[in-house]
């Protein structure tokens, strides 16, 4: 079989700067790409105010909006939490979720970060896939503890080469995260090959920096792609990555 997977920091909704808002758009291109596993950072969980000022917002929560029609099953982990609401990360599959459990991994209290853990069954692969969904800190020395801890549990939770999928924001500017996480968890950049190449993926109008990442364990990428430039620029300041996997197994 092969697994089609996106990971998108979607901007809570909103365009650059926060012009616009754009979850009708958003979930449409989401569509366009058919991805089976989508991970999704800074996904409103819940705004109060938001209703008030956009007559056209959801009603429901984002991740179960931008999910409806195209993904049966959602996962969802708030990690900002505030007066009027709360935003997070979310998971959204094609195929059933088995668990999913979220850990606090902020660095400080004004930087609430989290990671998203969901075990995923997949046709055709007899082991459950360990997918987790993360959105690092701004800070070099907290985004080397939240990899430190991203990696103590997984050597816990998905030990002896069980497949695994880690995707998201890294804010990894400085490319600390390949090494550690190869040496740790054997896993390997869908885009560099474990070569220190990320993709450029921010910002989405004309990609510089590679702060997005996608890493697999017990797959083959056969395609990886970043989409950036019109539209994708007037929906969020990331451009979205997909990847193409094939199971080891």
């Known amino acids: 079989m092969t697994l089609r997977i996106c990971s998108y ?13 754009v979850v009708h758009e958003l979930r449409d291109r ?19 105010a938001h209703p008030q000022r956009h007559s056209s917002w959801p009603a429901q929560p984002q991740h179960e909006f931008l999910a409806e029609e195209s993904w049966q099953q959602t996962a969802y982990g708030g ?14 599959s094609r195929h059933a979720i088995l668990s999913q459990a979220n850990q606090d991994v902020s660095a ?9 853990h969901c075990e995923i069954q997949l046709p055709g692969v007899a082991a459950a896939v360990h997918c987790v969904c993360v959105h690092l800190g701004l ?12 990696a103590e549990r997984m050597e816990d939770l998905a030990p002896d ?9 890294f804010n990894d500017w400085r490319n600390r995260a390949d090494r550690l996480l190869a ?11 474990g070569i220190g190449r990320p993709a450029r993926s921010y910002p989405s109008a004309l990609p510089f920096f590679r702060l997005d990442r996608i890493y697999v364990r017990g797959f083959r ?9 019109a539209p994708w620029a007037q929906i969020s300041d990331h451009a979205a990555l997909t990847a193409e996997l094939e199971p080891l197994v």
Request: glycine content about 14%.
């Open 79 to 92: 990690n900002a939490v505030y007066d009027h609401g709360h935003h997070g990360n979310a998971i959204l």
């Open 183 to 193: 040496d740790r968890l054997g896993l390997v950049e869908a885009f560099g090959g």
């Open 139 to 150: 800070t070099g020395g907290g985004r080397r503890r939240q990899m430190e801890a991203l």
């Open 108 to 116: 400080h209290r004004f930087e609430r970060r989290g990671l998203l």
């Open 9 to 21: 920091n979607i901007h809570k909704g909103f365009s650059q700067f926060n012009r616009r808002m």
């Open 221 to 229: 990428v056969r395609r990886a792609e970043v989409h950036f430039g």
């Open 30 to 48: 989401l569509r366009t790409l058919d991805s089976d596993l989508v991970f999704l950072q800074e996904v409103q969980g819940l705004h109060l």
């Open 161 to 169: 080469g069980a497949p695994l999928i880690i995707a998201g924001d």
